[in-house]
């Protein structure tokens, strides 16, 4: 079964910088939109950036300071963040939207397994 796999959390105090990464298990085609989201204790997931044909979008709250990037020929994506806070301890996931089925008809949304990220002193 096709996978993401995410790798690179950890903690890291306050002005600190992370690296995340996130790549299928197995080649996959038509791969349009990959991503990272977070999830706070008692908060819903909520987007962080994501990477569209080169188009990057990012939340109000990283922009600045985190850095969406993505590898085309091995469907890959990387998240930079640099000036951490502790507001930004989260489990973050990968994501991505590829197209699938005989006819290419419908949508297909992967999720990774989540990585935890905490910024403490």
């Known amino acids: 079964q096709v996978k993401l796999v995410e790798s690179g959390g950890g903690l890291v105090q306050p002005g600190g910088s992370l690296r995340l990464s996130c790549a299928y298990s197995e080649s996959v085609f038509l791969v349009n939109t990959m991503g990272w989201y977070r999830q706070a204790p008692g908060k819903q997931r909520e987007l962080v950036a994501t990477?569209?044909?080169?188009?990057?979008n990012y939340a109000d709250s990283v922009k600045g300071r985190f850095t969406i990037s993505r590898d085309t020929t091995k469907n890959a994506v990387a998240l930079q963040m640099n000036s951490l806070r502790p507001e930004d301890t989260a489990v973050y996931y990968c994501n991505a939207v590829r197209t699938g089925g005989p006819h290419l008809e419908y949508e297909i949304e992967d999720w990774g397994q989540g990585t935890q990220v905490t910024v403490a002193s």
């Open positions: 990477v569209t044909d080169g188009t990057t």
